[in-house]
């Protein structure tokens, strides 16, 4: 059998202008990743990132620890959701309900607890399908271009071979959601506990994928840094 390597990237810039920027604790994360795979003996045959940068750049500082491994390609179908557009497009249906609403998405890094309360809310309604004003990509979506990204990725894959994808939590979570039948809603619920940089590995052959373990950051935990344990 293959083995399936969905890697979350590096912690980002949760606040700032630019979100899309590891922080230097991210590097950290996905260098101590790149390190643990070596000396855990993991041997890489092909491996994607979306076109994000964070997704690039956590797998370049990973793929550089890592001798041997092979050149990265790069599929913007791994690309995460559209986050703030479905907040744009959902967040209008909150406000009679959440007057705040608009203020604490605006200044998440002040509200982090709201923020991620009010999210959740968001997300609920986007996995039901609600449109809003707004143009966004809808969870079906979503589900569609990443299954659509994997599938091409497996039919391509020789017996034996070791693939990784450096991606997202919302792209983790489609297809965990997609191979393990867990409801849209368990699976978003998983996926806040997702830790930035962590391994999830599923096994192949030809289409068939089953989960053989989740959220794996031991690389984070042998670095004996607490601080390194991050989600967002």
Known sequence: MGNLYLIRHGQASF?????????????????????????????????????????????????????????????????EFDAQGVIRALVPGLVPDEPEALHILRNAADHPAQFQRLFERIIERWLDGAEGPAASESWAAFLARTGEALDEVLAAARPGENVAIFTSGGVITALLHRYTGLAAS??????????????SHLRFRGTDVTLASFNSHAHLQLARAPELVTWR
């Open 186 to 199: 368990e699976a978003f619920r998983l996926n806040w506990q997702i830790y930035n940089s962590s391994l």
């Open 15 to 79: 606040g700032a202008s630019d979100y899309d920027v590891l922080s230097p604790l991210g590097v950290r994360q996905a260098q101590l990743l790149g390190g643990f795979l070596a000396d855990a003996g993991i041997r890489l045959d092909r491996c994607f990132a979306g076109g994000l940068r964070r997704q690039q750049d956590t797998a370049t500082h990973a793929l550089a620890k890592l001798p041997g491994a092979p050149g990265l390609q790069t599929d913007a179908r791994f690309d």
